[in-house]
């Protein structure tokens, strides 16, 4: 499966076991950031490690990324250090890599709003830490550090709401979601990740909020959405969104099967079955996100005989097209658009031992070999989400064992592994163009049926052969 760095999601994981133990006034500071911060002090700044770092180190959480926070202006930092990447100026941000570490530096600054929902209206600086942690959205984001002695500053309660695993918006949620309509999909985002609670004010604000939250730009959303679906249990999220009422507007295709039935072999209705299949699918994300979509199309094909009987017939295909309008519109790269209708269009697959190794073949070829690992992957979530208990991998598993045989056995599986290509072919009088792809293409249908045929001089009598078929198009010029 093709997969992009950025893309490729990682298992942040739901941390279960997590707790905050004692009321910790301090955390460890790494070295090189006590360093940085000592080049800030002596030039007459402040330095303060900000948000996520902080809450990830009081919960005992590895830190991925430590965002800095500083009264210096940009043009004050860029004097400082020699390593900068003005990577948001108009925000204030800089990127400094200092000692291996690329340290995102903001200057401490107060928000304008979102009007537009994209981004600040207005961004005013400040000489005031309180001032900066106040924009901020979650008490738990909105504390400080002082690298020197690992000092927590806390002015929101911030560690309280840690201990209490509990999400709350700092001020008036109400006034808070109206200046960034993301703040509500963040709630959940970190609810989802931390395993905590919503307070109920911060949740109940979420639904008047709605129409702010329209004006957030697809590409914001998708990221939080991206997040979300790398936790150990999406499904959770799922169901706060569609609680609040953001499924709806941010999955209404989805929200469109809540309450359809599917008959005996299910247990649950189709949004349950799909975000229970999301749940068991690799927290990788193409394969979370066909997982999520496998289904979508069923409220639009099903059928119910006289007798009781549901169909879904076509749900493949038609969950594919949808699944493909529905990433396009959250902006997802085409890369990952491509993987998942892939997926999706080819889900419903019935292996058992009575296929043979030639329509083993077959269905590699059609499906493409990069894909038939995700595949099966995706075949295994969508069995678990049936009923929501793991699936028996020994259903599909020796499907990738005798494929692994067979690729081994240096089996063609596309045009590319066949023992002639297309210059032997003109050199055997067969002209460039369609007629020449079309005999290409049966020739592969020769070799899936019997690899003993993929060898030079009988794929050429075979080509001979074919070729009389299309004789009078073998100009090429089709
Ligand atoms: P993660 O580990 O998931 O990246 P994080 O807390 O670092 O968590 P970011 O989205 O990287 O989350 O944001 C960094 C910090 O910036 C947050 O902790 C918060 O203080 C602040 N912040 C980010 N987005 C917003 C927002 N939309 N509104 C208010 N504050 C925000
Ligand atoms: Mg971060």
């Not at 133990?21 to 790494?30: E, G, L, N, Y």
């Not at 949740?203 to 997040?227: M, N, T, W």
């Not at 609680?243 to 209705?269: M, N």
């Not at 070729?467 to 100009?475: A, C, M, R, V």
Request: proline share 5%; net charge neutral.
């Amino acid at each position: 499966m093709r997969k992009s760095e950025a893309w490729s999601s990682r298992v942040l994981g739901k941390y279960g076991s997590l707790s905050y133990t004692s009321a910790m006034s301090s955390i460890r500071v790494p070295t090189e950031l006590k360093e940085f911060a000592a080049v800030f002090k002596a030039a007459g700044f402040m330095c303060y490690i900000v948000g996520g770092a902080v809450r990830d180190s009081l919960l005992g959480l590895p830190v991925a990324d430590w965002d800095i926070a500083t009264d210096a202006l940009p043009t004050d930092v860029m004097r400082l250090f020699k390593n900068v990447i003005p990577t948001g100026l108009q925000h204030g941000t800089l990127t400094v890599r200092w000692r291996g570490k690329s340290l995102e530096t903001t200057t401490f600054r107060l928000d304008g709003g979102y009007s537009d929902g994209r981004r600040p209206d207005s961004v005013e600086f400040t000489s005031d830490l309180k001032a900066d942690l106040s924009r901020r959205d979650f008490t738990i984001n909105g504390m400080a550090v002082d690298p020197a002695d690992g000092l927590v500053v806390d002015p929101f309660g911030g560690r309280a709401d840690l201990k209490a695993r509990i999400i709350r918006a700092i001020g008036d949620p109400m006034v808070r979601f109206d200046e960034d309509g993301l703040r509500p999909l963040r709630a959940i985002r970190f609810a989802l990740r931390l395993g905590f609670a919503i307070d109920a004010a911060t949740f109940d604000a979420i639904p008047s909020r709605i129409a702010k939250f329209r004006l957030v730009s697809p590409e914001r959303v998708r990221d939080e959405i991206s997040r979300m679906l790398a936790c150990a249990k999406p499904s959770e999220g799922f169901l706060m969104l569609e609680k609040s009422g953001l499924l709806a507007e941010i999955f209404p295709e989805l929200q469109a099967c809540r309450g359809v039935l599917q008959g005996l072999l299910h247990s649950f209705d189709v949004l349950d079955h799909c975000i229970a299949s999301c749940d068991a699918a690799p927290p990788e994300l193409e394969l979370r996100l066909a997982a999520l979509l496998h289904d979508v199309a069923k409220p639009a094909c099903r059928t119910e005989e006289p007798g009781g009987l549901i169909h879904f017939y076509g749900h493949d295909s038609a969950s594919a097209a949808m699944a493909g309008g529905i990433l396009r519109r959250l902006k997802y790269p085409n890369a990952v658009v491509d993987i998942v209708t892939h997926l999706v269009r080819h889900h419903m697959f019935d292996y058992g031992p009575q296929w043979t190794d030639s329509a083993l073949r077959r269905f590699a070829a059609r499906v493409g070999l990069d894909y038939m690992r995700p595949l099966v992957r995706l075949r295994l979530a969508d069995s678990a989400g049936m009923r929501g208990a793991p699936a028996d991998p020994r259903t599909v598993m020796p499907l990738l064992e005798r494929l692994d045989a067979l690729v081994a056995a240096d089996n063609a599986f596309c045009v590319k592994d066949l023992a002639v290509n297309g210059n032997d072919l003109l050199k055997a009088g067969i002209a460039k163009g369609p007629v020449m792809g079309k005999i290409l293409a049966e020739l592969l249908e020769a070799v899936l049926d019997d690899p003993a045929l993929n060898e030079r001089g009988r794929l050429l009598d075979i080509a001979s052969k074919v070729k009389e078929k299309y004789g009078p198009f073998l100009s090429g010029d089709e």
